[in-house]
């Protein structure tokens, strides 16, 4: 496993956050705006989950 | 044959100086377009900056995804449990489906599984473009509603004051009618003093 493995990853975290961020609202600032908040909270919740699974794997094998 | 005599019909305004009516606009339209293809439904509900990021990031990644799986990866028998998210993009789903009919693929492609997640996560990605493009036109609605009772107001407005203006001009002719009974030897009333102007309170 290497970190090119998960080149498949930011397209689709592109994709949702371009999509949830623009459902919704009005105005290209606020639709700026909340592509960023929302991809910066999916990139922010994915590594926090990939340090979890991480870390147990790490205490249980 | 007499005609019966009818009641004057009080001027309207015209219509430039009010603000131009909104047509309203039906979400079943907008959720159908939607489904059909991503980013019509905000293009019908009048967004068109919406209408462009929602077309060029779901169809990106549909046909990303299908280019990734050699286009083979559209298919109800094959992958059913998929299709029912493909079958979310009906336009680019039945596109592919067709196009893709004659494929055989001699060699297996290296990112088959990443070209279904992505053409899957497409079409799950555009259940909430149907849903904004529903939004969006609800949304429309609602000011189409509030432009009408705007417009709806200022024309009762322009008809109170026509209104008060008649009564203004009746009440005028009753006092020169006052003043030129009052003229016989006595003192005429003195507009200013017959009507106290600060009592009246329909008085704009």
Same mark, same amino acid.
């Given at each position: 496993?290497?970190?090119?493995?998960?080149?498949?990853?930011?397209?689709?975290? *592109?994709?949702?956050? *371009?999509?949830?961020?623009?459902?919704?609202?009005?105005?290209?600032?606020?639709?700026?705006?909340?592509?960023?908040?929302?991809?910066?909270? *999916?990139?922010?919740?994915?590594?926090?989950?990939?340090?979890?699974?991480?870390?147990?794997?790490?205490?249980?094998? | 044959?007499? =005609? @019966? @005599?009818?009641?004057?019909?009080?001027? $309207?305004?015209?219509?430039?100086?009010?603000?131009?009516?909104?047509? +309203? +606009?039906? @979400?079943?339209?907008? #959720?159908?377009?939607?489904?059909?293809?991503?980013?019509?439904?905000? !293009?019908?509900?009048?967004? @068109?900056?919406?209408?462009?990021?929602?077309?060029?990031?779901? &169809?990106?990644?549909?046909?990303?995804? !299908?280019?990734?799986?050699?286009? $083979? &990866?559209?298919?109800?028998? $094959?992958?059913?449990?998929?299709?029912?998210?493909?079958?979310?993009?009906?336009?680019? $789903?039945?596109?592919?489906?067709?196009?893709?009919?004659?494929?055989?693929?001699?060699?297996?492609?290296?990112?088959?599984?990443?070209? /279904?997640?992505?053409? #899957?996560?497409?079409?799950?990605?555009?259940?909430?473009?149907?849903?904004?493009? =529903?939004?969006? =036109?609800?949304?429309?609605?609602? /000011?189409?509603?509030?432009?009408?009772?705007?417009?709806?107001?200022?024309?009762?407005?322009?008809?109170?004051?026509?209104?008060? !203006?008649?009564?203004?001009?009746?009440?005028?002719?009753?006092?020169?009618?006052? =003043?030129?009974?009052?003229?016989?030897?006595?003192?005429?009333?003195?507009?200013?003093?017959?009507?106290?102007?600060?009592? /009246?309170?329909?008085?704009?």
């Amino acid at each position: 496993m290497s970190w090119a493995d998960l080149l498949w990853l930011p397209p689709v975290m *592109l994709a949702v956050a *371009l999509v949830l961020g623009t459902a919704g609202r009005s105005g290209a600032r606020v639709i700026a705006r909340s592509v960023w908040h929302t991809f910066f909270a *999916l990139t922010l919740g994915i590594c926090a989950v990939g340090v979890c699974i991480h870390l147990i794997a790490r205490i249980f094998s | 044959m007499d =005609v @019966p @005599p009818t009641a004057p019909t009080p001027p $309207t305004l015209p219509a430039s100086t009010l603000p131009p009516a909104l047509a +309203r +606009r039906s @979400p079943l339209v907008a #959720a159908i377009l939607g489904w059909a293809f991503p980013g019509l439904g905000q !293009l019908y509900a009048g967004r @068109p900056l919406k209408a462009l990021i929602m077309l060029g990031t779901i &169809c990106g990644l549909f046909y990303w995804g !299908l280019a990734l799986t050699g286009f $083979t &990866c559209v298919d109800p028998y $094959t992958y059913g449990l998929e299709f029912v998210a493909h079958a979310w993009i009906g336009g680019p $789903t039945a596109w592919a489906y067709w196009s893709s009919r004659e494929i055989v693929l001699a060699d297996p492609m290296p990112y088959l599984e990443v070209g /279904r997640l992505y053409v #899957a996560v497409a079409g799950l990605l555009n259940i909430v473009a149907i849903c904004d493009a =529903v939004g969006s =036109v609800l949304e429309h609605n609602a /000011r189409a509603e509030d432009r009408d009772a705007l417009r709806l107001q200022m024309e009762q407005d322009h008809l109170d004051a026509i209104a008060r !203006l008649e009564v203004a001009r009746a009440e005028a002719a009753a006092l020169e009618l006052d =003043v030129t009974v009052d003229l016989d030897g006595e003192e005429p009333p003195r507009p200013d003093s017959a009507i106290d102007w600060a009592a /009246r309170e329909d008085l704009p």
